[in-house]
């Protein structure tokens, strides 16, 4: 069975920094491109970005290229996002989502983790 | 590339039939999938690559289009299809979600 468990959100304050792990297990995770998706409270999906296999290929969104990094650890079978500069317009829940490849859709999904920027 | 849905909420009895548009900013090809999310859930794909089925999803549920103008079906509307719908574009970097149209009973 496919999973993908989103950790390490929260609370944290304006300005402050924060990292989302995605443990993915019952595939080859070395097989597929990741990506996060983000939806802030009552609002739509926003694509967040993606990495390719080997980590070499790796896509943002523009608006978001400067404060959050995309990586991945293959051996761990686990995906990061590192976010940075962290403000109000942050809050949001943050998925993790499975592609077969490049201009692919996303067909699994983790369950989503909450992160909240407040003071 | 913008992806316009439409409409933002349609209201609808069990047993409609529906079309739900998604109009690319730019010619993307048939790169479209859409998505169904229920509240507090996960969203799940529907149709991929704009007319392709997805193991799984109940048939009622189809796709069509290519370039820049594309349609969701639901051929008679269960009272579980209540939920937001989204399209996806992956043809060019970066991807991006419509808005959304929301279905809802009449």
């Known amino acids: 069975e496919v999973k993908l468990v989103e950790s390490g959100g929260g609370l944290v304050q304006p300005g402050r920094s924060l990292k989302l792990s995605c443990a993915a297990s019952g595939f080859n995770f070395n097989d597929y491109w990741m990506g996060w998706v983000r939806q802030a409270p009552g609002k739509g999906l926003e694509w967040i970005g993606e990495i390719n296999k080997d980590s070499s290929t790796i896509n943002y969104t523009p608006s978001l290229k400067d404060k959050f990094t995309i990586s991945r650890d293959n051996a761990q079978n686990t995906l990061y996002l590192q976010m940075s500069k962290l403000g109000s317009e942050d809050t949001a829940i943050y998925y993790c989502?499975?592609?077969?490849?490049?201009?692919?859709?996303?067909?699994?999904w983790g369950q989503g983790v909450m992160v909240t920027v407040s003071s | 590339i913008m992806l316009t849905q439409s409409p933002a909420t349609l209201s609808v009895t069990p047993g409609e039939s529906i079309s739900l548009s998604c109009r690319a900013s730019?010619?993307?090809?048939?790169?479209l999938h859409w998505y169904q999310q229920k509240p507090n859930e996960s969203p799940r794909v529907l149709i991929k690559?704009?007319?392709q089925s997805i193991s799984g999803i109940p048939s009622r549920f189809s796709g069509s289009g290519s370039g820049t103008d594309f349609t969701l079906n639901i051929n008679r509307v269960e009272p579980e299809d209540f939920s937001v719908y989204y399209c996806q574009q992956s043809n060019s970097w970066p991807y991006t979600f419509g808005a959304g149209t929301k279905l809802e009973l009449k």
């Open positions: 989502a499975r592609a077969l490849s490049k201009g692919n859709y996303f067909d699994y």
């Open positions: 730019q010619s993307i090809s048939t790169n």
């Open positions: 690559y704009a007319s």
